[in-house]
């Protein structure tokens, strides 16, 4: 008889994400159901696994900067379609109301517990995050006003790469900011790149991975081409946590690995060490 039918753990299961869209999250790490509230309040890291969520820009300058030290710059530049790519630009409007950001990055100059840098935080909301002018602008200009003002400037990277919609113009911002930060770097300024889920395309092959210290969120994928790619392309099997965070610092592109909960101290005591001159000049 039905009445006597027992759900399933299972089945209990599938029942919590029939819940209302917004108040639970399914980690697709361990599969638990998490409130949207707890998970906001634990910087987007699932509470049974830390598994790290994508973060936005707002939610990470909220829980890296001083409390209202963060001035944004640049946030009125606009693309304008210069390949007259149909429909991007409806695209580029549809993400701006959705995101309610100017572009898949924003740039600013805060304190971290009372020490001056400039940020640029990738919004992987934003059209992946890919980088097309305004994007490598508005890293470039910050990154020379961090050259100017002689802060050091952190760079939150998240990307699927180049702006396909841009096409050349978008490849073009990979020298424009490797050129600014070669400018940052002679002036003897630090720049920490701070690599998050997942980082790949032309941002991973320029700004990204040119930190003088390279951190990394664990667990993050960070690489060119993606692993479908590179097996179709190399014809082998890939090595296990292929492009992978811990991966990527076993060969020697990262650094460190920071969990999100101690980024804002690490941060502090690398630009505190960066400051009073623990540094070597980077060579450009
Ligand atoms: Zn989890």
Redesign the pocket.
Known sequence: MGIFKKRTVENLGEKKTDMPEGLWTK?P????S?YESALAKNLRV?T????HFTQSAPERIAALCDEGSFEEMDNHLQSLNPLGFKGYLEKVKANQDKTGLDEAVVTGCATIDGQPCVLAIMDFRFLAASMGSVVGEKITRAIEAATKEAKPVIVFSASGGARMHEGILSLMQMAKTSGALARHAEAGLSYISVLTHPTTGGVTASFATLGDVILAEPKCMIGFAGPRVVKETTHADLPPGFQTAEFMMQHGLVDIIVARKDMRSTLSRLIHYTNSGGHAKRAA
């Open positions: 980690c790490s361990c599969g638990e998490l699932c049974h696994c830390s598994h």
